[in-house]
């Protein structure tokens, strides 16, 4: 069949089949795969960077409930992770997600407004629930509502038998908690 087509219809499909096998496929999500860009990495945070662990770069915010005394940290790595601070009750919770390592399933945690978007989360227990974006980070502890302090890039919410928290932008932080009732310095 090919070779009753004219000269330039064979050059044109010749043309077209390599075309398309030597095109590479784009990245499912490529803000995901580039820290860099990520909106979290460009958060001011704490100023100091008490007692993080070896993978954290740097503490975004400090979230306190009850017996709960956790540090919300990033890497540019690509790491976005959570761990109790030094002086905590809780020494042993460290979690943490490399969202250029994950396909980021589309996802907006229970409690929370705001966009859907990729997500890669971990749990410690059935206490508490990390969920990392490229834009934010979605904290939830259960059982605890005593005592309730953010500082850094966060806002909280004391729901039902815990307290949400959100980290990143001003803008992030309303969108996922447009009525928080934790604040820095409130």
Not at 41 to 64: C, F, S, V
Not at 123 to 132: D, E, G, N, P, R
Not at 149 to 173: C, I, T
Request: with cysteine.
């Amino acid at each position: 069949m090919i070779d009753r087509l004219p000269r330039a219809a064979t050059t044109f499909l010749a043309l077209l089949a390599l075309g398309a096998c030597s095109t590479p496929a784009p990245p499912a999500n490529p803000l995901l795969k580039d820290p860099a860009q990520w909106p979290l990495i460009k958060l001011k945070g704490l100023t100091d960077n008490p007692g993080l662990p070896d993978e954290a770069e740097r503490a975004l915010a400090q979230i306190k409930v009850g017996s709960y005394d956790m540090l919300a940290w990033i890497n540019s790595s690509g790491l976005c992770g959570l761990s109790s601070a030094e002086w905590s009750v809780h020494t042993d919770v460290s979690m943490y997600v490399d969202l250029t390592k994950s396909e980021g399933h589309l996802e907006r945690p229970e409690g929370f407004s705001g966009p859907v978007e990729p997500a890669a989360s971990s749990a410690y227990s059935t206490k508490v629930y990390l969920f990392c974006t490229p834009t934010r980070m979605l904290i939830r502890i259960s059982g605890e509502t005593s005592q309730p302090h953010v500082s850094g890039d966060a806002v909280a919410q004391l729901v039902n038998d815990g307290l949400n928290a959100v980290v990143g932008s001003m803008e992030a932080q309303i969108e996922s908690l447009s009525h928080p009732t934790v604040t820095r310095g409130g």
